[in-house]
C-alpha cells in the first residue's frame, strides 16, 4: 500500500487572525492555492485562493478581513498512515480537492491535493500501460 505521508508537501499555514492580505501574500510567495488555518498546530479550517478572490471581488470584502471569517471549517483531514485509496475516497465524499494530513495527535504535518493524486496514479498509469506494451505488439 502507498502511504499518504510519502506524497506529503510542504503545508502553508496562518493563524485565525491573519487578514486576507497577509494570506494572499503568503499564497503569492509560496506559490500554492491554499493556506490551511491552524490553532496550536491543529488545522481549523482551509482558504483558497478562490475564497480569496470571491470575498474580494464579488462580496465587497476587504484585505483587512479576518481569514476566520471565509475560511471553510472543519476542514477535512487524513492520518498520515492512511492510504492513498483512502485519500481519494475522502476527497469524493467530502466534494474537496484538499486533504489537510494530521499526525496521531491530530497536529498538521503536510497537505496532500487533488492534482498530487492525480499525477501518482497517471504515473502508476503510465507505468502499467509500458507493461502491457510488449503484448500488444504481438497481437
Same mark, same amino acid.
Not at 87 to 98: C, D, G, P
Given at each position: 500500500?502507498?502511504?499518504?505521508?510519502?506524497? &506529503?508537501?510542504?503545508?502553508?499555514?496562518?493563524?485565525?487572525?491573519?487578514?486576507?492580505?497577509? /494570506?494572499?501574500?503568503?499564497?503569492?510567495?509560496?506559490?500554492?492555492?491554499?493556506?490551511? /488555518?491552524?490553532?496550536?498546530?491543529?488545522?481549523?479550517?482551509? /482558504?483558497?485562493?478562490?475564497?480569496?478572490?470571491?470575498?474580494?471581488?464579488?462580496?465587497?470584502?476587504?484585505?483587512?478581513?479576518?481569514?476566520?471569517?471565509?475560511?471553510?471549517?472543519?476542514?477535512?483531514?487524513?492520518?498520515?498512515?492512511?492510504?492513498?485509496?483512502?485519500?481519494?475516497?475522502?476527497?469524493?465524499?467530502?466534494?474537496?480537492?484538499?486533504?489537510?494530513?494530521?499526525?496521531?495527535?491530530? &497536529?498538521?504535518?503536510?497537505? /496532500?491535493?487533488?492534482?498530487?493524486?492525480?499525477?501518482? &496514479?497517471?504515473?502508476?498509469?503510465?507505468? &502499467?500501460?509500458?507493461?502491457?506494451?510488449?503484448?500488444?505488439?504481438?497481437?
Amino acid at each position: 500500500m502507498q502511504y499518504i505521508e510519502r506524497f &506529503l508537501k510542504k503545508v502553508v499555514t496562518a493563524s485565525p487572525d491573519a487578514t486576507l492580505a497577509e /494570506v494572499a501574500r503568503s499564497m503569492e510567495r509560496h506559490n500554492v492555492g491554499s493556506v490551511v /488555518v491552524t490553532d496550536n498546530h491543529r488545522p481549523v479550517g482551509i /482558504v483558497t485562493d478562490r475564497d480569496v478572490a470571491l470575498e474580494l471581488g464579488a462580496r465587497d470584502g476587504s484585505l483587512d478581513m479576518m481569514v476566520v471569517r471565509i475560511m471553510t471549517t472543519p476542514v477535512e483531514t487524513i492520518p498520515h498512515n492512511e492510504g492513498v485509496f483512502a485519500a481519494t475516497q475522502s476527497m469524493l465524499e467530502h466534494k474537496v480537492r484538499r486533504l489537510a494530513v494530521v499526525d496521531d495527535e491530530g &497536529l498538521l504535518v503536510g497537505i /496532500v491535493t487533488f492534482d498530487d493524486l492525480l499525477r501518482l &496514479l497517471s504515473r502508476e498509469l503510465s507505468n &502499467l500501460s509500458e507493461g502491457i506494451a510488449p503484448e500488444m505488439k504481438v497481437r
